[in-house]
């Protein structure tokens, strides 16, 4: 937490719970990424996080964004970015919604089959686009599945036919997973990408970029390897596999530039036991699964708290959201620990929790109003 | 599906996707309810649907309403449900929410702690409190757990206490599973509150309302007893185990009022395949589960869906949503199968979806709008 953050926290009188993402935290993280990754440029990834001044201020910095949606895309141009600083990232598209961006200006977009890539031709005739290929992704918290992708070689011959209907085949995306903590997931990946390369070259298709898609990671209650360790890997896995003739990368952090940046504050709304011998307190807060942390789907993303009652004895507890729905449960399994002072009223601060969070939020489940925000 | 929303769908020109709900089949339920269980009063549990128009339909024919905040109490009074037509349902409230709910006139309260019974007797003296019991739910589709309710003894304990503290022990809930589709576990269930009826009359505590909960279906991908079956076994647990002296009955149905109420139109926006050998396509909708979906998790409802291409060969598919999130996938598992002939662009009914759909929808995830909800 920053200072902005406690002086926020000290003088707020908000009962409801709410995040406060402190603008320096993104923009010192972009610093980073920049001064770390310096061949790449980076695209944030809006969905993380689309609140307008967050943009704003990454827009400033110089920052592209990767969008899924028009609604993004003119919350992009809305806050200055030019339309030549926008990808559609999104693989799923409907062609009125192409059509949309492309009048917009915006000339560069993903697919990963033949027929997105027919609606890109007739909806955006000339525009760059990437294929996004399938890659395993084993050590990722927030699990990956065949969503996405297609095979190497289906990616391929995409990308020859691209080029055959007036598309400018431009590269490849791949994503290794959200807080993918595999350093080797990267090296392999990038293997598969350079082979993609070669086998294009002799079908005369000059593929000029490389999407490493995301996978920054935000720090939640396990450790995670370092920035540093990230930029690392990529660099050594971009310069093993391409030597000098190094291509554009084009990285997507979400998470990884505003995970950090955001703290939210909650409040204890109830203490319960089960039974008389259960020793597992019930800790309830007036936020879940549906006003803000939908990423403890399967306890995925195991958020650090701060209390007013830590340095004292603690014991386990279960967490859950205040909905009447049990499948609103933070926390069951994980073994967490919470004061055995904590008590009803306290106030419950969670870190890292400035990425998936307000966007996620129900519009108002159980009557209960979205997951607020500020920004400051 | 009814002509109503036949015609409805005929004439919309709405792009997105939308639920459209048909009061009358709302009413019918609702009147098939008090038919079939004449002796219970009906509470709507309106986070299954919290549209005005449905609210106000119900207030109008009598029923109560079962509310989880304080947003759903001020909508069902701007409805025009008196107070005492109004039960705050949820055991998780916040000391100045029981406070202000009580202040508007609401007498009727849930609990299942201590600590909970204490902020009652604080901010609602004299106030009608149920305790929620923990019971076992085997075949329930939407799983239940130990988020709601205390153990039986504790439950009686609280009672007792309740009366000490100035406030009306009035009785007991439980809830058998949204979708319980196992008869045998009412019976089960009322056994267990009727025992514990007789033991609080001999600590001279005379409870006289028992709350089943909901747990009526709508009708999803499978087969389910009908209302009837489920009525008989609701009037026969409560016969056997409680005779001539029948406690007042309190039902709380909320998808089994709205369920069946509502169709979706959504659209396809892709097929592809990740390979080529694949004999399994992926269909991706426009909308998906943060968009109105939400309760494909783990794949627990099934929903049924209807094609304009019904009726020839079909294949294997996996459905997924349109956002940029790997999580959002309604089918991979279940064994689903759309026709061959589908085509990017054709409407797709989802049937049965009157219930959890808009109120679970994200605020604007990827940038799409929540769903839209027309009630006719």
């Given at each position: 937490m920053t200072p902005k953050q406690h002086k926020f926290l000290a003088e707020t009188a908000e009962t409801d719970p709410f995040v406060v993402v402190d603008l320096d935290i993104v923009e010192h993280n972009y610093r980073e990424l920049k001064r770390l990754l310096p061949l790449a440029r980076v695209f944030y990834?809006?969905?993380?996080?689309?609140e307008p001044a967050i943009v704003g201020r990454l827009q400033k910095l110089g920052s592209n964004f990767d969008t899924a949606s028009i609604g993004e895309i003119n919350l992009c141009l809305a806050q200055?970015?030019?339309?030549?600083?926008?990808?559609?990232?999104?693989?799923?598209?409907k062609k009125t919604d192409i059509a949309s961006a492309y009048a917009k200006g915006v000339r560069l977009f993903a697919f990963d089959s033949e027929i997105e890539l027919e609606k890109l031709a007739a909806a955006a005739p000339g525009a760059q686009v990437f294929c996004r290929v399938l890659m395993e992704c084993d050590g990722a918290e927030w699990p990956l599945s065949k969503k996405f992708g297609c095979s190497p070689r289906m990616a391929s011959d995409l990308l020859v036919k691209a080029r055959r209907m007036g598309l400018d085949p431009y590269g490849i995306s791949f994503h290794v997973?959200?807080?993918?903590?595999?350093?080797g997931q990267w090296d392999k990946a990038v293997a598969q990408v350079a082979q993609m390369f070669s086998v294009l070259q002799e079908a005369d298709v000059d593929l000029r970029m490389v999407n490493l898609g995301g996978g920054f990671p935000a720090r939640y209650r396990s450790d995670v390897p370092m920035l540093e360790a990230y930029a690392q890997a990529i660099t050594q896995a971009m310069t093993s596999h391409f030597g000098n003739n190094l291509p554009e990368i084009i990285i997507e952090p979400g998470r990884g530039l505003v995970g950090d940046a955001g703290v939210i504050q909650a409040e204890v709304v109830l203490i319960s036991k089960?039974?008389?011998?259960?020793?597992r307190r019930w800790v309830y807060l007036d936020i879940g699964k549906f006003s803000g942390?939908?990423?403890?789907?399967?306890?995925a993303i195991k958020y650090r708290f701060v209390t007013p009652r830590d340095g004292g004895p603690t014991g386990p507890v279960s967490l859950a959201g205040?909905?009447?729905?049990?499948?609103?449960?933070?926390?069951?399994?994980?073994?967490y620990q919470l004061p055995l002072g904590l008590e009803v009223g306290d106030k419950i601060l969670i870190l890292s929790?400035?990425?998936?969070t307000t966007t996620y939020?129900?519009?108002?489940?159980?009557g209960f109003p979205p997951l607020k925000s500020y920004c400051i």
């Open positions: 990834a809006i969905k993380a996080n689309p200055g970015a030019s339309p030549d600083r926008i990808s559609f990232g999104n693989t799923i598209k997973g959200s807080q993918q903590t595999d350093l089960k039974d008389y011998e259960d020793d942390l939908a990423e403890t789907m399967d306890e205040p909905s009447c729905d049990s499948a609103d449960i933070l926390y069951e399994k994980a073994d929790a400035g990425a998936y939020s129900s519009v108002g489940f159980n």
